[in-house]
């Protein structure tokens, strides 16, 4: 094989639906890179092995997604601020033979609003609470965003209040975290409105009523923002639009936490594009 060819991959257990291989090849493509992405399913038992038989296999680096993201942080020998304090690794690369371990979805999270609401950090937006919904692996790299990003105020709301109050803990949120069903009790005055959960993917399990008040009943100035991607529109943000809320998806997040990862094997850094944006939702679109 060509020595200058660098091969990268992504794994996860199911690993079919990724449109990490579409996002990352484009790039190959547009750069003319002699290098290859592809999907590799990796069994939860057979994670720790997997990251020995690859790098003998050559490659230089690549994703994990559900559900290795926190053994692969166990298994690095060293990992960036992000992975460490989100406590997950979605992004591995090698040094002096050695796997290091990062998170970029926190990257991907705001540059996606960056781009899409400028100004949703800006000093007045920080002074407003910003609700997040959800407390799972992916609410863990949204809350280390906004704290990046200087928000004090977060409100954490999940069905499971104990989740909520463990990721509340850890990241020393000094706001209350509320139930689910006690959301009536928050105020509509906020400046971040984000579904983490998994509801409204695939257009399964309707927003709960709750949720539908919040959002007709929150300031118009609210950013609203879903991080599910399929459908494109999920319910949560159908709703806010039609409240007149500005609306950001979840598919630019995905797209802006492949860039580093692109960059850091690749050696270019790749920017996220409408024709790469418009080839992942024909492919989404493909699937329904
Ligand atoms: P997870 O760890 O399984 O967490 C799921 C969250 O959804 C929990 O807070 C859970 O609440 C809540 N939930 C699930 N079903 C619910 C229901 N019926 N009613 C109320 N709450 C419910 O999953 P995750 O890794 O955080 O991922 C969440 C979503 O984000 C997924 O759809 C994933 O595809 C998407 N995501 C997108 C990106 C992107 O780049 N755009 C990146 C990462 C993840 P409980 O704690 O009560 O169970």
């Given at each position: 094989m060509n020595p200058s060819f660098k091969k990268a991959f992504v794994c996860g257990w199911p690993i079919a639906h990724s449109r990490s291989p579409q996002i990352?090849?484009?790039?190959?493509?547009?750069?003319q890179i002699s290098g290859s992405y592809e999907k590799i399913a990796v069994k939860p038992e057979d994670f720790v092995n997997f990251l020995q038989t690859i790098k003998a296999d050559g490659?230089?680096?690549?994703?994990?997604?559900?559900?290795?993201?926190?053994?692969?942080?166990?298994?690095?020998?060293?990992?960036?601020d992000a992975a460490t304090k989100i406590g997950a690794v979605n992004t591995l690369w090698l040094e002096e033979g050695e796997w290091v371990g990062g998170n970029t979805?926190?990257?991907?999270?705001?540059?996606n609003l960056d781009e899409c609401a400028p100004g949703w950090d800006k000093p007045e937006k920080l002074e407003r609470p910003a609700v997040i919904l959800g407390a799972g692996g992916a609410a863990r790299g949204i809350v280390y965003a906004l704290v990046m990003r200087g928000f004090k105020d977060i409100v954490l709301v999940n069905r499971t209040i104990e989740a909520a109050q463990?990721?509340?803990?850890?990241?020393?949120?000094?706001?209350?975290?509320?139930?689910?069903?006690?959301?009536?009790?928050?105020?509509?005055?906020?400046?971040?409105?984000?579904?983490?959960?998994?509801?409204?993917m695939d257009g399964k399990q309707p927003l709960p009523d709750s949720v539908v008040r919040l959002i007709g009943r929150v300031s118009k100035k609210t950013i609203a923002s879903d991080i599910v991607y399929i459908p494109l529109e999920t319910e949560f943000l159908a709703k806010a639009r039609h409240a007149g809320l500005v609306s950001v998806d979840g598919l630019g997040m995905l797209l802006h936490q492949a860039v580093p990862g692109f960059q850091q094997w690749f050696g270019v850094k790749p920017e996220v594009t409408s024709k790469l944006r418009n080839l992942v939702i024909s492919g989404i679109e493909g699937h329904k």
């Amino acid at each position: 094989m060509n020595p200058s060819f660098k091969k990268a991959f992504v794994c996860g257990w199911p690993i079919a639906h990724s449109r990490s291989p579409q996002i990352h090849q484009f790039w190959l493509k547009q750069f003319q890179i002699s290098g290859s992405y592809e999907k590799i399913a990796v069994k939860p038992e057979d994670f720790v092995n997997f990251l020995q038989t690859i790098k003998a296999d050559g490659y230089c680096g690549g994703n994990v997604t559900i559900p290795h993201k926190e053994t692969a942080l166990a298994c690095v020998s060293r990992t960036d601020d992000a992975a460490t304090k989100i406590g997950a690794v979605n992004t591995l690369w090698l040094e002096e033979g050695e796997w290091v371990g990062g998170n970029t979805d926190w990257l991907g999270f705001t540059a996606n609003l960056d781009e899409c609401a400028p100004g949703w950090d800006k000093p007045e937006k920080l002074e407003r609470p910003a609700v997040i919904l959800g407390a799972g692996g992916a609410a863990r790299g949204i809350v280390y965003a906004l704290v990046m990003r200087g928000f004090k105020d977060i409100v954490l709301v999940n069905r499971t209040i104990e989740a909520a109050q463990r990721l509340a803990l850890d990241f020393s949120l000094p706001s209350p975290v509320v139930s689910l069903s006690d959301l009536d009790q928050v105020s509509g005055d906020l400046s971040l409105l984000i579904n983490t959960t998994s509801l409204g993917m695939d257009g399964k399990q309707p927003l709960p009523d709750s949720v539908v008040r919040l959002i007709g009943r929150v300031s118009k100035k609210t950013i609203a923002s879903d991080i599910v991607y399929i459908p494109l529109e999920t319910e949560f943000l159908a709703k806010a639009r039609h409240a007149g809320l500005v609306s950001v998806d979840g598919l630019g997040m995905l797209l802006h936490q492949a860039v580093p990862g692109f960059q850091q094997w690749f050696g270019v850094k790749p920017e996220v594009t409408s024709k790469l944006r418009n080839l992942v939702i024909s492919g989404i679109e493909g699937h329904k």
